[in-house]
Nanobody, 115 residues
Framework: QVQLHESGGGVVQPGGSLRLSCTAS????????????MGWYRQAPGKEREFVAR???????SYADSVKGRFTITRDNAQSTAYLQMNKLRPEDTGVYYC?????WGQGTQVTVSS
């Protein structure tokens, strides 16, 4: 059974940077390669959870329009870990960030952007 563990959240000033990590335990390679995608979602207070970025096993990536050019998702397949490098952070990036894998969610890590 796959489990996900996020880390790297915190408090940062507008314009600052943070890097989130998501490490999967269990065998994440037992599914079809085309379905093997690790992603990040976020949920701000009082709002729905929204897509942020995702990366497939072959390295193909996609991003929400609101983070394009500021966030970068990468993946270390040997370590079963996905990273989200977040630069030029804005107050509206504040929220709980969740890592995802097909059928699995992490527990979330809080990101707060505030002066």
């Amino acid at each position: 059974q796959v489990q996900l563990h996020e880390s790297g959240g915190g408090v940062v000033q507008p314009g600052g940077s943070l890097r989130l990590s998501c490490t999967a335990s269990g065998n994440i390679y037992s599914i079809d390669d085309r379905a093997n995608v690790m992603g990040w979602y976020r949920q701000a207070p009082g709002k729905e959870r929204e897509f942020v970025a995702r990366i497939f096993l072959n390295g193909l990536t996609s991003y929400a329009d609101s983070v394009k050019g500021r966030f970068t998702i990468t993946r270390d397949n040997a370590q079963s870990t996905a990273y989200l490098q977040m630069n030029k952070l804005r107050p509206e990036d504040t929220g709980v960030y969740y890592c995802s894998f097909p059928g699995v969610w992490g527990q979330g890590t809080q990101v707060t952007v505030s002066s």
